[in-house]
């Protein structure tokens, strides 16, 4: 069975730091690129981070930059979003998604999508 599974999603206060993992089953992740995208609640779904399965290049939205770090192991067939200095307006559930390329994510061609793990980050 194919799936994506997202788990460390949690309460944490602003300035704290949470690590993301999605963890693939049926398909070897190392294929695939894998991006990472946000919904809060009351807003569009939102890109966030990408990473390619070759040259493992990583694009971040803007809103990413300099605080959150995605990587994989492919080992385990897992990638993960180190997110840290978090703050208030990065609630959200997070999601990841699966495709061919960062392209075909940021054009959502997308092949699989986990379920979600919700991210609060609140005082």
């Known amino acids: 069975q194919v799936q994506l599974v997202e788990s460390g999603g949690g309460l944490v206060q602003p300035g704290g730091s949470l690590r993301l993992s999605c963890a693939a089953s049926?398909?070897?992740?190392?294929?695939?690129?894998i991006g990472w995208f946000r919904q809060a609640p009351g807003k569009e779904r939102e890109g966030v981070s990408c990473m390619n399965p070759s040259d493992l290049s990583t694009y971040y939205a803007d809103s990413a930059k300099g605080r959150f770090t995605i990587s994989r192991d492919n080992a385990m067939n897992t990638v993960y979003l180190q997110m840290n200095s978090l703050k208030p307006e990065d609630t959200a559930v997070y999601y990841c998604a699966a495709a061919g390329s960062c392209e075909h994510i940021a054009t959502a061609k997308i092949d699989y999508w986990g379920q979600g793990t919700k991210v609060t980050v609140s005082s």
């Open positions: 049926g398909f070897t992740l190392a294929y695939y690129a």
